[in-house]
């Protein structure tokens, strides 16, 4: 089975940086998207950014700019993210799009950045 395990989540300050790490197991993962959604309290899961097997990366608007993610080894997917906003504040949850009806989670990490 496909296992992801999140870590870095924590309390930051606004402005202030976390780094998050997400370790997947289980398969080969170099020709596998990797990413990061997030779910704050009331609102719908929100995607946050992915890097693909190819090596493209994107983002949601919402941290462009502020978040970089990076693929460090082939099983090992980070997202930097600098000049926190309160709105950042959420439980981010490593992600894996297997293939079409299976999609990977890992348990999730929470971010709480304080005002």
């Known amino acids: 089975q496909v296992q992801l395990v999140e870590s870095g989540g924590g309390l930051v300050q606004a402005g202030g940086s976390l780094r998050l790490s997400c370790t997947a197991s289980?398969?080969?993962?170099?020709?596998?998207?990797l990413g990061w959604y997030r779910q704050a309290p009331g609102k719908r899961r929100e995607w946050v950014a992915h890097?693909?097997?190819?090596?493209?990366i994107d983002y949601a608007d919402s941290v462009k700019g502020r978040f970089i993610i990076s693929k460090d080894s082939e099983n090992t997917v980070i997202l930097q993210m600098t000049r926190t906003k309160p709105e950042d504040t959420a439980v981010y949850y490593c992600?894996?799009?297997?293939?079409?009806?299976?999609?990977?989670w890992g348990q999730g990490t929470q971010v709480t950045v304080s005002s």
């Open positions: 992600w894996l799009p297997y293939t079409i009806g299976q999609e990977w």
């Open positions: 289980g398969t080969t993962f170099s020709d596998y998207t």
């Open positions: 890097v693909t097997g190819g090596g493209a």
